[in-house]
C-alpha cells in the first residue's frame, strides 16, 4: 500500500513496494526517481540529550526481534489519508484470527503525518491517535507483539529538511504516549524513505529520532531501515543509530514484474500479466542471494534482521504467489531473519474480507500446516 517504484529489475531489487495494494482510485508515480546527486546536508543542530537509561545487552534485542517471528501488516487501513479510503477498516475480529492462524505480531501502518498539525509544536489528533490505541490494544490483547510504524509521509520525502522537525516532533509525542505501554510495542521510525531523503541523510534524521525516544523509552525496540524504499543494497551505505535495541529492517518485492504484475498504480504493469515464478533452482538461488546481503550485513554488525514486507499481488495465479510467498518465507526463516507478509486483507491479502476466510494456498505458504 505505498507507491513503490521500480528501479531496477535484477539482483538490487531489493526494495520495498512503493504502491502495495493501494485502492486503484488512488493511482501512484511508479518510476523511481534516479538518486540526487546532491545529498541535502541537514542544517547543524544540537543532538538531544538522552536521558541516562540501562542499554540491554545485544543477546535481548535478538530475543525482541524473534518476538515478532511471523507477522503480517494491516495494510491500506490506518496509513490511507483517512480509515477505509482504501478499502480497509479494521475490525475487533481480524486480531483473534490472526493469533488463532499462527502469526505472532501484526504490524500497523499509519500515517500520522495526515492527523498532525501542520505548524508546530503538530499536535497529534487526539481521535486518530486513539484508533491507534484501540489498534495496539486489541494486538496486545491477544498475545501479539504490536509495531506501530510511522507510513507514508509522503511530503519528507519530497521536501526532508522542511519536515524535519514535524517529523520529530511527532515521534516526540508518540514516544511519550506510549512510555508505559508493554515492551510489545515496537516502534518504526520510517516506512521506505525514498527521494530526497538519501540513505546518508535519512541516517542523520533517524540517530536524531532515537535519540529522542530514548528519553522516555530507554529500552523499547526501534526498527529501522535504509534509504530507496529499505533496499536491502542500501545497507552498505546505511550507519545506523549507535543504539543497542535496534532492529534493522528491509523489504522484498522481486521480481517485481512478477508481484506486481497488472497492479493498478504501477506504470506498464498490464504488459507483464502472466509472469509465473516456478520456483526453479535459478530463482531460489536468485533469491538467497538477495537475503543473504542482509543476513551477511546483519551478522557482520551484529543487528536482528526483519523483513518488513513480502508479497505478491492479486493478479499473478495463486500457485505463482503461493510458491513465491512460501520461498520467500523458509529463506528468511532459514536465515534467522524474521518477517512480516504484505498484507492482510486488501489486494495483497492472505485473508478474503468478503468470503470472511483465508486465502488457504496463501496462508499455508506463510504458516505451514503441520
Known amino acids: 500500500m505505498k507507491r513503490m517504484i521500480i528501479f531496477c529489475l535484477c539482483l538490487s531489487v531489493l526494495s520495498g513496494c512503493s504502491g502495495k495494494g493501494k485502492s486503484t482510485s488512488t493511482p501512484a508515480a511508479t518510476q523511481v526517481p534516479p538518486t540526487s546527486t546532491l545529498i541535502p546536508t541537514a542544517p547543524a543542530s544540537p543532538s538531544p540529550t538522552r536521558a541516562p537509561s540501562p542499554t540491554l545487552p545485544q543477546a535481548a534485542i535478538f530475543e525482541r526481534n524473534n518476538r515478532i517471528g511471523r507477522a503480517v501488516n494491516f495494510g491500506n487501513a490506518l496509513e490511507a489519508p483517512n480509515e477505509g479510503e482504501w478499502g480497509v477498516t479494521l475490525k475487533e475480529e481480524y486480531f483473534p484470527l490472526i493469533k488463532n492462524a499462527g502469526f505472532t505480531a501484526v504490524r500497523i501502518p499509519v500515517r500520522f503525518s495526515n492527523h498532525a498539525a501542520v505548524e508546530a509544536p503538530y499536535t497529534l489528533d487526539a481521535a486518530f491517535l486513539e484508533r491507534v490505541d484501540w489498534a495496539v490494544n486489541n494486538a496486545l ?62 541516517g542523520q534524521f533517524a ?26 543494497v542500501q545497507l552498505q551505505f546505511f550507519t545506523p543509530p549507535e543504539d543497542a535495541n535496534l532492529i534493522i529492517t528491509f523489504h522484498y518485492y522481486s521480481p517485481f514484474h512478477f508481484t506486481h504484475q497488472g497492479a493498478e498504480w504501477a506504470t506498464g504493469s498490464e504488459a507483464w500479466m502472466g509472469t509465473k515464478w516456478d520456483g526453479s533452482d535459478t530463482l531460489r538461488m536468485i533469491m538467497r542471494q538477495d537475503f543473504f546481503l542482509a543476513a551477511d550485513w546483519g551478522k557482520r554488525n551484529n ?7 513480502f508479497g505478491a499481488y492479486s493478479k499473478a495465479d495463486m500457485d505463482s504467489r503461493a510458491l ?29 474480507p468478503v468470503a470472511n476466510q483465508w486465502r488457504e494456498p496463501l496462508l499455508d505458504a506463510l504458516i505451514p500446516q503441520k
Open 324 to 352: 513465491w510467498t512460501d520461498a520467500v518465507a523458509r529463506t528468511a526463516e532459514e536465515l534467522g531473519i524474521t518477517w512480516a507478509y504484505w498484507e492482510f486483507c486488501s489486494g495483497f491479502g492472505v485473508y478474503d
Open 141 to 202: 490483547d491477544q498475545g501479539l507483539v504490536a509495531i506501530v510504524d510511522m507510513h507514508h509521509y509522503v511530503e519528507i520525502f519530497e521536501k526532508p529538511l522542511e519536515h524535519k522537525e514535524r517529523f520529530l516532533a511527532i515521534w516526540t509525542q508518540l514516544a511519550e504516549h506510549y512510555q508505559d505501554y508493554s515492551p510489545d510495542v515496537y516502534f518504526e521510525l520510517l516506512n521506505e524513505p525514498n527521494g530526497q531523503l538519501t540513505t546518508e541523510l535519512w
Open 207 to 232: 540517530a536524531e529520532a532515537v535519540g529522542i525516544i530514548r528519553q522516555t523509552n530507554p529500552t523499547r525496540p526501534i526498527i529501522v531501515g535504509p534509504g530507496q524504499w529499505n533496499s536491502a
Open 303 to 309: 543487528r536482528p534482521i526483519f523483513l518488513g514486507e
